[in-house]
């Protein structure tokens, strides 16, 4: 069994940050994915960012620039740095993790686990 548990959410004003954690635990193996994905009102669930187990990154171009995304092995640890946040940014986003590093990173189907989700909410 694993768990996911996501932190950090809330509202900002556009232009400002949040930063969103999330603590995995059970059999998450160092040598998984992990990832953030992101539901916005009326929007399919989309990836955001991911990192695999020696800290490389991919991100999705709306937020490449503002967005960092870092996991703390050691810990069981994600984390989402957000910067620069734009009301199209409002969602709630998800901390998941793909087993298996799928290629298909901003794919929701690419993950097995998924986190309950925290709201972000940016106003203009």
């Known amino acids: 069994q694993v768990q996911l548990v996501e932190s950090g959410g809330g509202s900002v004003q556009s232009g400002g940050s949040l930063s969103l954690s999330c603590a995995a635990s059970?059999?998450?193996?160092?040598?998984?994915?992990m990832g953030w994905l992101r539901q916005g009102p009326g929007k399919e669930r989309e990836g955001v960012a991911a990192i695999d187990s020696s800290g490389s990154t991919n991100y999705a171009d709306s937020v490449k620039g503002r967005f960092t995304i870092s996991r703390d092995n050691a810990k069981n640890m994600l984390y989402l740095q957000m910067n620069s946040l734009k009301p199209e940014d409002t969602a709630v986003y998800y901390c998941a993790v793909d087993l298996y590093c799928s290629a298909s990173w901003w794919a929701p189907l690419a993950y097995n686990y998924w986190g309950q989700g925290t709201q972000v909410t940016v106003s203009s």
């Open positions: 059970g059999d998450i193996y160092a040598s998984s994915c």
